[in-house]
């Protein structure tokens, strides 16, 4: 929604995050650029996705898509989170219709000597990419992101997409030491992709931790939330607010917001009035739209938003979202409708 302000760092996003008035909920998706669009189909056409994610002109193109489109409140970097692996030297691909597969697993100590730190010279197409996009953007912020040091565990040590995440928890019981290297070394890769990303101007950042819904708390606390604290630490004193999202993380909301976050991300299993209390208030909350209802006809669509809506304004703070990406058969027409209606209701 246009604004006459014009610092991105100070708009209505940023300040819904740091738990300030707003004049209305700012709202965005996750995977708002992607498969949804006919123009992203079009411009991927022939090039693989992470040559995509490392060329600027198609990052660029494509970050700033459904912002065109839907009058979204931020748009969000079109890159993948095993993005910063690779240019730390980790052999994988993201192979269409699977997802990101890794060519050997990491299974054993002396896998950490495939795994470098991460320096920024590694990555200056991300730089950028991030300073073209501020450029275009305007007022309109920019989130930059990264995977989790959990999440991204998880795609090494399986070497790809996993429902039971069975080799991840083998090793993270098995041998904690092991893991606790490992994760340390993904904290470092997490936090310096993300430091990239605000130091090249993103106004705010989000950490995904997608799959550690599968951990409980206990675990969640000795195994990861240490490292998740670390990667977030790393923004420390660039002024960027820290979104940290996981999905099935009912469990874990406190906890995740206490590694270092500003807003929890909420998904769609968890009420976010619920999630208030569970966070104690502390928290500005995103979400939770679930990205299944986008196929609902409007009518008890619009009454979800809604309800959505009132319950955001009762939490410290409320972004807009979905509670997890969007699903690739959406109507994007539908997102732009919703969009509307956030805008339209929350106005004040
Ligand atoms: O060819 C293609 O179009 C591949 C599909 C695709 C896209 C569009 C992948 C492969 N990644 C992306 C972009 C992407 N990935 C974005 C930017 C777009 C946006 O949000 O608008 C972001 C933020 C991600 C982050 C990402 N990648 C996450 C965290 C978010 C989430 O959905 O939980 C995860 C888990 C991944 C891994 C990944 N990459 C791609 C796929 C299909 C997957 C999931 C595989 C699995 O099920 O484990």
Known sequence: MSETIVDPRNSVLVRAARGEEVPYTPVWFMRQAGRSLPEYRKVREGVGMLESCRRPDLVTEITLQP?????????????????????????????????????????????????????????????ESVKLLTAELGGTPLIGFAGAPFTLASYLVEGGPSKNHEN?????????????????????ISGAFLRVQAEAG????????SWVGNLPLADYLRFVQPHSRQALAAVEGLEVPKIHF???????LSAMGEAGADVVG???????DAARERTGGQYALQGNLDPALLFAPWEPLEAKVDEIVAAGRRAKGHIFNLGHGVLPSTDPDVITRVVARVHEISAR
């Open 67 to 127: 912002v065109r489109r839907h009058d979204v409140d931020a748009a969000i970097f079109f890159s993948d989170i095993v993005v910063p692996l690779a240019a730390a030297g980790v052999d994988l691909d993201i192979v269409a219709g699977v997802g990101p597969v890794v060519a050997q697993p990491f299974r054993a100590r002396a896998d950490l000597a495939r795994l470098p730190e991460l320096t920024p010279d590694a990555v200056p197409d991300i730089t």
């Open 168 to 188: 991840t928890k083998a090793l993270m019981y098995g041998d904690p030491e092991l893991w606790n290297d490992l994760c340390a070394r993904l904290a470092q």
């Open 266 to 272: 909420v998904d769609f299993r968890v009420d976010l």
């Open 202 to 209: 993103a106004s705010a950042v989000q950490l995904f931790d």
């Open 246 to 252: 996981g999905v099935g993380t009912g469990e874990l």
